[in-house]
């Protein structure tokens, strides 16, 4: 079996940061050097570091079609990985672009593109880089419209039903996985969310466009998070409204991560 990590299986022992339990409890992000948690939506930098230690090797590449604020690149450059983001707005681009560098690896690279991930032209991009395959890809899209990151109609926060994004995200997942070498791993970070008084399972709806593809499912995993800044110092009201009607309040979400067999 070709090895996809670094890890040392003979000092096994000295990895007890590595997470393999299927619970992720992070009690904070973390805010050093180039990451910062301004950006609305973001994840925590823990989530790329612990899927990139476990699914990557140094001199790998990773592409991150919803780059967002960078997080996943800067980790990338820390651990030694090259890296390629597309984000669809170009101020938010040029913001993380100056965060990445920043932090700047010389024995790495790492290139932000402005594009719509669901038809850019991946290929070229990876030709500029002289590469013809992935070894990773992290896909962290907006959880529908919970968040509205822009106003343009291509942005997937913008879909007009639960169908379209599904068949925004299905065009982006077909358009950049087909750049994933086979037998190695994609991972997809995404939550539910509540509407019209019952849940939308938005996380399965997204696990199951990968099954549907033909990857094989490795891992569900859930992790915690506390207070969003949409609720940010409202922990009583919401209590109250879960006790006076019937739901409970989200305080998680997912990490799938699928193994490219086909």
Avoid at 92 to 100: F, P
Avoid at 169 to 176: Q, S, W
Avoid at 234 to 252: E, G, T
Wanted: glycine share 6%.
């Amino acid at each position: 079996m070709a090895k996809y990590n670094d890890i040392d299986m003979n000092n096994w022992k000295e990895y007890d940061d590595i997470y393999t339990d299927t619970l992720w409890l992070i009690d904070k992000r973390d805010n050093s050097g180039a990451h910062s948690g301004a950006y609305h939506g973001n994840f925590v930098p823990q989530i790329p570091n612990q899927l990139l230690r476990r699914y990557t090797k140094k001199g790998d590449w990773i592409l991150d079609p919803f780059m967002g604020s960078g997080t996943s690149l800067i980790e990338a450059q820390r651990l030694g990985r090259n890296s390629i983001g597309i984000e669809l707005q170009e101020e938010v681009a040029k913001e993380a672009y100056q965060r990445i560098i920043s932090e700047k690896n010389e024995n790495c690279r790492g290139r932000v593109c402005v594009d719509d991930s669901r038809n850019a032209d991946v290929f070229a991009i990876m030709q500029k880089e002289g590469i013809d395959k992935f070894q990773f890809v992290i896909f962290h899209p907006p959880y529908w419209d919970i968040v509205k990151f822009s106003n343009n109609e291509n942005d997937l926060s913008n879909s007009s039903s639960l169908d379209d994004f599904l068949g925004n995200l299905g065009k982006v997942i077909d358009n950049t996985t087909q750049h994933l070498e086979k037998n190695r791993y994609c991972a997809v970070v995404i939550g539910d969310k509540y509407a019209n008084s019952e849940i939308v399972p938005l996380g399965f709806y997204c696990m199951n466009l990968f099954l549907q593809r033909g990857f094989k499912m490795k891992a569900i995993l859930v992790k915690n998070f506390e207070d969003t800044k949409g609720k940010s110092n409202q922990k009583a009201i919401w209590r109250y409204r879960a006790l006076a009607s019937d739901f409970y309040i989200f305080k998680h979400e997912y990490i799938f991560v699928f193994k490219k067999v086909k």
